[in-house]
């Protein structure tokens, strides 16, 4: 984002939007564009905050002034002060003077500032509007759009918009070679809440492959249970077990209990006896 200015006149990329812009910036304020960018890097805020308050807007054209703009909202982002840099962010674009993959690129970074401030009608619109001009979107890109939709559900409880996420929470998720976890626990949740069982055991068996942690392993075994899969059911609890991820009375006990359905009553007596030992498993009648 924050890429090296040069006084310079555009590339031939840019050559192509010349009627909107010429992209040049003068020397002198290149100059100190470069030293406010290496502030930036450093993390040194009052620095770059300093230098770009020496500018005179009036005497910038309109790409200096959005590039001035830009650094401007670098500053408040990296104070956390989200709302100042959104604003800034937009006057940056409001110049229309930027190159065109640059102004694609901060419109999603306005975007994601939106959902960093809960404001989610803003971010569908400006993501949506994004989509539009990015022929092939990434996964993070989907995961996110996803992910504002699912936020809207929730504050406006309304479920159409769940339904909304689902088709970019399975984009974000096929796309990946290795899908994040948050991106599989959000298109899981969706069809959790469809009660899509079927469709939420693939994503399960990838999170326990992935990201291998106990309420993977024991949601697993409840859907193997609910898709009447109990021998898969069983095995993927014995497993949880041998891993010593199962330690609450509950969990022991149901462990017990499908062994002696299956009829290995020993297997049974091993998992209650050492309960009992681990004082994990409540003695009762």
Request: aromatic share 12%.
């Amino acid at each position: 984002a924050l890429a090296t200015l040069n006084p310079s006149v555009a590339s031939a990329a840019e050559r192509k939007s010349k009627e909107k812009s010429n992209y040049t910036v003068g020397e002198r304020t290149a100059k100190r564009l470069n030293m406010i960018q290496e502030h930036l890097q450093a993390e040194e805020y009052d620095q770059a905050e300093e230098l770009l308050q020496g500018f005179t807007m009036s005497r910038l054209n309109p790409y200096e002034k959005a590039i001035v703009y830009q650094f401007w909202g670098y500053v408040a982002a990296g104070r956390e002060d989200y709302k100042s840099a959104a604003d800034y962010f937009e006057k940056c674009l409001a110049e229309n003077a930027l190159p065109e993959e640059q102004a694609i690129q901060m419109r999603f970074n306005i975007a994601q500032l939106y959902m960093a401030l809960s404001r989610w009608d803003d971010a569908i619109k400006a993501l949506e509007l994004w989509f539009t001009e990015v022929p092939e979107a990434n996964s993070n890109a989907y995961y996110t759009l996803a992910i504002a939709y699912y936020q809207k559900a929730e504050q406006d409880d309304d479920p159409a918009y769940k339904d909304k996420a689902l088709e970019p929470a399975k984009k974000a998720v096929e796309l990946a070679k290795k899908p994040q976890e948050r991106w599989l626990q959000l298109l899981l949740a969706l069809y959790m809440e469809k009660k899509d069982y079927k469709a939420s055991l693939p994503l399960l068996e990838q999170l326990v492959t992935l990201y291998p942690k106990k309420a993977y392993w024991i949601q697993l075994s409840a859907i193997y249970g609910e898709l009447d899969m109990d021998k898969q059911s069983l095995a993927t609890q014995q497993f949880a077990y041998i891993q010593n991820l199962l330690d609450k009375d509950k969990e022991l006990r149901r462990l017990a209990e499908l062994y002696l359905y299956y009829e290995l009553p020993y297997r049974a007596v091993e998992v209650l006896e050492k309960g009992f030992k681990d004082k994990t498993i409540e003695r009762d009648k």
